[in-house]
């Protein structure tokens, strides 16, 4: 099966924080594109702006694009909404996808920022080529 069905029937992932129409596997998830059109196909809104709202409860993955502005972005507002669901006692899990390797002009990568983090409970890595489930 894939990635995404094992994520929903394992773990009950429901939602997917960076996707689009063209590739999101869940009926709802965030887009960058929300305002313009991908509100009619079930995007939710833009992960930066719904993060503190809609994601507070529940399983989400997480796969951002690869730039790494919006990767440290995306490592701090997850670690604000783990903030937020603990003060609430509410479980909320993220499945991070995110690349292992240090970009040459970056001194943090989103994968150290997520493997620092107090809520982290689990970290693998895989291989691009052996990581198909």
Do not use: Y
């Not at 509100?39 to 709202?53: I, K, N, R």
């Not at 783990?82 to 690349?99: C, G, Y």
């Not at 040459?104 to 990581?131: I, L, P, Y």
């Amino acid at each position: 099966g894939s990635v995404f069905s094992v994520l929903q029937t394992t773990l009950g992932c429901t939602m997917e924080c960076f996707a689009s129409p063209l590739n999101a596997h869940f009926p709802q998830f965030c887009s960058a594109f929300h305002h313009d059109l991908e509100w009619h196909f079930g995007s939710v809104g833009d992960f930066f702006d719904v993060s503190h709202t809609l994601l507070l409860q529940g399983c989400h993955e997480v796969n951002p694009p690869f730039a790494p502005g919006v990767m440290n972005q995306m490592s701090e507002s997850l670690e604000s909404c783990l903030e937020v669901a603990n003060i609430h006692d509410r479980t909320l899990t993220f499945v991070v996808i995110v690349p292992t390797a240090k970009p040459a002009n970056e001194t943090q990568t989103a994968m150290q920022v997520s493997t620092n983090s107090s809520f982290r409970r689990m970290t693998t890595s895989a291989h691009c080529s052996q990581h198909v489930v």
